[in-house]
């Protein structure tokens, strides 16, 4: 069975910064390429950041703007997001998410279940 577990979300001042991390189980990891999404309220979910199954060309999304930083552990199947230089606008429920092959290609077909990110101003 399939499970991605995230964790480190919570509440940071604007301006700080948060790790988010992203245990998965019951498939080959280091053989899908992964990705962060999030969603705002109201809003649909968005791409964030997404990274191959070996860790090279990782793609983010337009509001990244250079302040996070996606990488992976395949040996020890963990997803990772670093956030820095966080904004108001950044404050969603962050889901991790696993790529049907390889590459940073279509949908995710396995999702995790979401951690709350919260930046007050």
């Known amino acids: 069975q399939v499970q991605l577990v995230e964790t480190g979300g919570g509440l940071v001042q604007a301006g700080g910064s948060l790790r988010l991390s992203c245990a998965a189980s019951?498939?080959?990891?280091?053989?899908?390429?992964m990705g962060w999404f999030r969603q705002a309220p109201g809003q649909e979910r968005k791409f964030v950041a997404g990274i191959s199954w070996i860790g090279v060309g990782p793609a983010y999304g337009a509001f990244v703007k250079g302040r996070f930083t996606i990488s992976r552990d395949n040996t020890q199947n963990t997803l990772f997001l670093q956030m820095n230089r966080l904004n108001a606008e950044d404050t969603a429920i962050y889901y991790c998410?696993?790529?049907?092959?390889?590459?940073?290609?279509?949908?995710?077909?396995?999702w995790g279940q979401g951690t709350q990110v919260t930046v007050s101003s």
């Open positions: 019951g498939f080959s990891f280091g053989n899908y390429a």
């Open positions: 998410a696993a790529y049907q092959g390889p590459g940073i290609e279509g949908s995710p077909r396995h």
